[in-house]
């Protein structure tokens, strides 16, 4: 395997790779054309990716991988499934989407993750962990139900094996003895130690079909004597339990496999062809290295998870012969600064603070409150570095709780800690808060406990698509009795709703974007809060009055200076200013609420029920992301495209005025 120490700039020739339209080539071709094909392979994914951006170490890992699965398997017809979808860029080059792999991510290309939309190979869309068991289960239950012999085949990572999702599947399977193949992608994470050359003699032994026979046929003849089958069956348990991480999933009614080299394409083809054929639920566990062939995304997994795409270098300019270039033209007095002129006034672009990452505010934040407060403690389900825990971490590792993959127990710990009168910051993607909603409303707020929720990615975030836009939050946050809803318009506001948030007595969200704000003066201490339920009045105007939640207070700031409209950053999404709200409803023609986030009950709605309660019937206008699952890319681009930019906002009221005046 040729090892890179920089990504290729250049496509790279793989003429073997090239003849590969679907998987059914690979079947065709003997262990040296595999081994060809897996180098091929990684070549055109770092090219690719370097190309595109996007997610990159995990891929890297798989090559092999994915290629003994589509060779062993009869894709489509067997169903494969990838959990979550990182590593499945190597899937998308083998089955028919080679030369669209250097669009992925980008606004009208390849999607980031599996999608059942886009190739009957992508059979369980994804973009959330730990649902790949689940999901094959049931493809595997439907087969036996509709009498098919197809496989089902689930490959999981020993990160998304930490959620409890997937522990539900595993002893449902083994329960119910569903023809289910469950691949563990072990990238020496977790789970168990490298275990060496015992472990792959074992390994041989447990794959080979003689060991399969003897071991059915034993159980036969055991099963006579009075007790010989229970000793066999607590000798096997115990020699396997000693090596390998076996007992518990035979325990949970697996037949266990390895671990094995999950880059030794010989070992994982005998392996998987084995596992075809036997009836009952199968557990396949293999070591990968995440960032394989790249060196420095071996030595950096985490770092190289993902990258952005690589700016081509301009060529250099034409070497100039020293001897033959012409003399430098001697300086002149004239090019020497003159001190006695006055200094240049300094531009109010250049003047302006720069605009800093959300979750960098929030970093640096936790850290100065925890030093204010020994009662704060950070939680976080495996998004440290999303959400800058990083400093964090270091700086009170002993008040610090990465709970993995399992964002329903992030709250309830969180709950579990406030009723010891403790302060728990729980940051959280607004997309994965999804998955602890029951527990956020019933651990924490029926029980109306202090704890403080750093939700990030709240809106469109760009390339990752649909299962990772934040376009619900505010939606299912408002309906939520108790519950403090605030929304930053920029980054000083952040750090200071954040203080709010944290001193107020209850339950209390603070959502924001990601990436960059506009640019604000940060304070430097923690004295600054925001008022609960108070608008802030940024332009007074007339006839139209624009209601700004969040982000979108910066376009709305640009449109109200068009229009000579008035501008409120309502800051507040609940409760919302009810005096802010009923005093523009009786001095407007128009109100124009501006949220990212669905129009269907969110922030706009709760304006709604407002002027509804008090009476007030003003025009109103509800601008926010449309009754649809938003696709891939930038996120300038898909505000654009739902009218959520500057432009798509003054023409949506121009319009309403315009059939308003006629």
């Excluded at 991988?65 to 979808?85: F, I, M, N």
């Excluded at 964090?392 to 709250?411: C, G, K, L, M, N």
């Excluded at 376009?555 to 950053?569: C, S």
Aim: charged residues 20%; proline residues 6%; hydrophobic residues 40%.
């Amino acid at each position: 395997m040729k090892l890179f120490d920089e990504i290729p700039t250049q496509r790279p020739l793989t003429p073997l790779l090239d003849t590969l339209d679907a998987p059914e080539g690979l079947r065709q071709m003997t262990l040296a054309q595999l081994r060809q094909v897996a180098d091929e392979l990684r070549a055109y994914l770092l090219y690719s990716v370097g190309v595109s951006g996007g997610h990159f170490g995990a891929g890297l890992g798989v090559v092999e991988l994915t290629v003994a699965l589509h060779r062993a398997l009869q894709t489509p017809y067997d169903r494969l499934v990838w959990d979550v979808g990182h590593q499945a860029y190597p899937h998308k080059v083998l089955t028919g989407r080679r030369d669209a792999l250097t669009g992925i991510r980008q606004y009208g290309g390849l999607a980031a993750f599996p999608r059942r939309e886009e190739s009957p190979y992508d059979t369980f869309g994804v973009g959330h962990s730990s649902t790949s068991i689940s999901a094959a289960l049931g493809m595997a239950l439907s087969a036996r139900a509709k009498g098919e012999k197809r496989r089902a085949c689930a490959v999981i990572g020993d990160g998304a094996l930490t959620a409890g999702m997937a522990f539900e599947a595993l002893a449902h399977a083994g329960h119910v003895k569903a023809n289910l193949l469950v691949v563990l992608n072990d990238n020496e994470m977790s789970i168990s130690e490298n275990v060496g050359g015992m472990a792959s003699y074992l390994t041989r032994i447990l794959t080979s079909k003689p060991y399969a026979a003897v071991r059915e046929n034993g159980k036969r003849v055991l099963s006579h004597l009075p007790g010989a089958l229970e000793l066999a069956r607590r000798t096997e348990e115990h020699v396997k339990g000693m090596i390998s991480p076996a007992t518990l999933f035979e325990e949970m009614g697996f037949h266990y496999i390895g671990p094995i080299d999950g880059h030794d394409l010989a070992a994982l083809n005998q392996a998987l062809e084995a596992l075809r054929d036997q009836e009952g639920p199968q557990f396949l566990h293999v070591r990968t290295r995440k960032g394989r062939g790249f060196r420095p995304a071996e030595a950096d997994p985490i770092g190289f998870h993902a990258i952005t795409k690589l700016e081509r270098k301009p060529p250099a300019p034409p070497r100039v012969d020293a001897e033959r270039a012409p003399a430098a033209a001697a300086p002149t007095s004239q090019a020497k600064p003159d001190d006695s002129l006055p200094p240049k006034p300094r531009s109010e672009e250049m003047l302006r603070p720069k605009p800093r990452k959300y979750c960098n505010v929030f970093g640096d934040w936790l850290c100065d409150m925890a030093a204010a407060d020994a009662r704060l403690i950070g939680i976080t389900p495996a998004m440290r570095e999303g959400s800058d825990l990083i400093r964090f971490s270091q700086t009170y590792p002993e008040r610090y709780y990465d709970v993995a993959i399992a964002e329903q127990h992030a709250v309830t710990l969180a709950a579990g800690m406030a009723c010891e009168a403790m302060k728990p910051v729980v940051a959280i993607y607004s997309t994965f808060l999804q998955r602890g909603y029951d527990q956020l409303v019933h651990d924490v707020a029926v029980q109306h406990l202090d704890v403080t929720f750093a939700i990030d990615r709240a809106g469109l975030v760009g390339e990752d698509g649909p299962t990772h836009h934040g376009a619900l939050d505010l939606s299912y946050l408002r309906c939520v009795p108790g519950l403090v809803v605030l929304a930053p318009a920029d980054e000083a506001e952040c750090r200071a709703m954040l203080t709010t948030a944290y001193h107020h007595s209850g339950p209390a969200a603070v959502r924001y974007p990601r990436g960059t704000g506009p640019g604000s003066e940060l304070p430097q201490d923690l004295e600054a809060q925001v008022p609960i339920g108070r608008a802030q009045t940024r332009r007074e105007g007339e006839r139209v009055a624009l209601l700004a939640f969040g982000s979108l207070n910066t376009p709305a700031a640009e449109v109200a200076e068009r229009l000579g409209a008035t501008h409120l950053n309502m800051r507040s999404v609940k409760p919302l200013d009810r005096e802010a709200i009923v005093a523009a409803a009786q001095t407007h023609e128009l109100l124009v609420t501006l949220e990212e986030n669905v129009v269907a009950g969110g922030a706009g709605s709760g304006v709604n029920e407002l002027l509804a309660a008090e009476g007030l019937t003003p025009a109103v206008l509800n601008l926010g992301i449309p009754d649809a699952f938003v696709e891939h890319g930038k996120p300038a681009e898909l505000l654009r495209d739902c009218g959520l930019d500057a432009a798509g906002i003054e023409a949506a009221i121009r319009a309403r005025l315009n059939v308003n005046d006629n």
